[in-house]
């Protein structure tokens, strides 16, 4: 009884937060999916003026471990920034009591049981695409911590993701190595300097890879790397030849959240100065 009021309060305080800053997630469908005798869930938000005539593009967002759809939304202001700039964005839910995604090397009860989040993920772009106006050529993957996690095994492994947005994530671990993707695929990432969850600097319960060298891998080691210094964070442009830029955000000070998200408002008591959704859509535009 205590948790559960506990989660309504924690609902309720979002709700609350999302109005002052104008998050909106109103309109948002749920849909279900068969896949390995498991019933998946997703939810869907068509931009406001949404018509089967024009083609839009697809963001899939991919929450945190023991997080969900609703709250991601909520977080991200995803469904807002999709109203505004006409794109489709999709929530998915992952498995377990606490939900997770199988990224190979991390986490939770996905993991444990092996189940095949990639397959999932590839039948649900490929349902999207039946069932709404989905512009094929545009299909993005944005995940936080676990979930940007599983976004990097999808970049890798699905040939129809055109780009990955990475928050709080990693690439892979120091006993399970990750692989680069073996096509050109924008990559955005963020990190906080003081993540305790998913080190910066690697290591943690699952011996995480660091952002460094995950972006090296990532990379194939081949690129110009050009630092800029900003109030609060530092970002960086691995240029690579004939490829399209990967880049990285550190952001000083920081832990392990999405940041300019209501958490780091609620966190922070002020108004972050950077929002990973702005400066990731911007950057999936381009």
Known sequence: MIIFAAVIFSLLLLLIFSMLFDRSFFGTKNYSLKIDNLERTYNVHLPKGYSGGNKYPLVIVLHGLSDNPTLVELNSGMSKKADREKFIALYPKGTGKSPSWNAQFCCGEARKNKVDDVKFID???KTAILDFAVDKNRIFVVGFSNG??????????????????????????????????????ATIVFHGENDKSVPF????????????ESL????????????????????????????QDVVSYVVNGRSHVWFGGLQDYIYSLKRPNIFATDIIWNFFKA
Do not use: C, H, Q
């Open 148 to 185: 940007g996690m599983m976004a990097y095994r999808l970049a890798a492994e699905l040939s129809n993701i055109k780009g990955v947005g990475i928050i709080a994530g990693t690439a892979g671990s120091k006993s399970d190595m990750p692989s680069a993707p073996n096509r050109d695929v």
């Open 201 to 212: 600097r690697g290591g943690g319960e699952f011996s995480f890879l660091s952002v460094d």
């Open 216 to 243: 090296d891998i990532w990379t194939g080691g081949k690129y110009d790397k050009k630092a800029e210094e900003k109030e609060g964070f530092v970002k960086t442009t691995y240029k690579r030849e004939n490829e």
């Open 123 to 125: 039948s649900l772009v």
